[in-house]
């Protein structure tokens, strides 16, 4: 049981790189988020995906692109790095059911640095 | 204000001691709440969920006041591995519009 999967878990990049993180998830969760953390801010969402091809901006969404092609699938792309973008990033699924009491998992983390 | 906050700790406890944290939230409409638990930087872990009329997980007790807009987390018998930081999370609206406390850093002592 994989459950959700990110890669690659440390990314050293430049300033004005593009940069892609990958997350992949096997239970069929209709909903997947990108969070960033940074000390002193908890944890500070990027975008979510309720479905496929459907995405939304979430707290800091600025400087970040993401496609969600395919249910399992929510790649997350810098595309220019800047120093600020070093971070330690989240993906996270939560199933849709008739309540609002499903949880998020997370994957293990990719921890970014930009040089 | 903070829509969720936290005490920051560290909360020093000894080994089989008792800890509590509470957490406040500032939107009245908030409908889920949960604990995440989290070591080190690692990714969030959930705890437990917590409900209306409180819940139980072997050490484990959650409780929500409403009237009074916080959450708590009690750990009775506190272990070594117990050592972590305790975020808070509160679901208010739909499935995204879910907020993390910055988390209370627990350090329980030999």
């Known amino acids: 049981d994989a459950g959700i999967t990110q890669s690659p878990r440390y990314k050293i990049t430049e300033t004005g790189r593009q940069v892609t993180l990958m997350c992949h998830q096997t239970?069929?969760?209709?909903?997947m988020f990108w969070y960033r953390q940074d000390l002193g801010h908890g944890l500070r969402l990027i975008y979510y995906?309720?479905?496929?091809?459907?995405?939304d901006k979430g707290e800091v969404p600025d400087g970040y692109v993401v496609s969600r092609s395919k249910t399992e699938n929510f790649p997350l792309t810098l595309e220019s790095a800047t120093r600020s973008q070093t971070s330690v990033y989240f993906c996270?699924?939560?199933?849709?059911?008739?309540?609002?009491?499903?949880?998020?998992?997370f994957g293990d983390g990719t921890r970014l640095s930009i040089l | 204000r903070k829509e969720v906050e936290q005490d920051p700790g560290p909360f020093n406890v000894p080994e089989g001691a008792t800890v509590a944290f509470n957490c406040t939230y500032s939107?009245?409409?908030?409908?889920?709440f949960f604990w995440y638990r989290q070591d080190c930087r690692k990714e969030p872990k959930l705890l437990m969920s917590?409900?209306?009329s409180g819940n139980e997980d072997g050490r484990f007790t959650a409780q929500l006041n409403r009237a009074s807009q916080y959450i708590s987390l009690l750990i009775r018998d506190s272990k070594l591995s117990d050592s972590a930081t305790y975020l808070c999370?509160?679901?208010?609206?739909?499935?995204?519009?879910?907020?993390f406390g910055t988390g209370t850093k627990l350090q329980v002592i030999p």
């Open positions: 917590v409900y209306s």
């Open positions: 939107n009245s409409a908030s409908q889920s």
């Open positions: 999370v509160v679901r208010s609206g739909g499935y995204q519009k879910v907020t």
């Open positions: 996270a699924s939560s199933d849709r059911t008739g309540t609002l009491n499903q949880p998020q998992h």
């Open positions: 995906s309720a479905a496929a091809d459907i995405t």
């Open positions: 239970w069929s969760h209709s909903y």
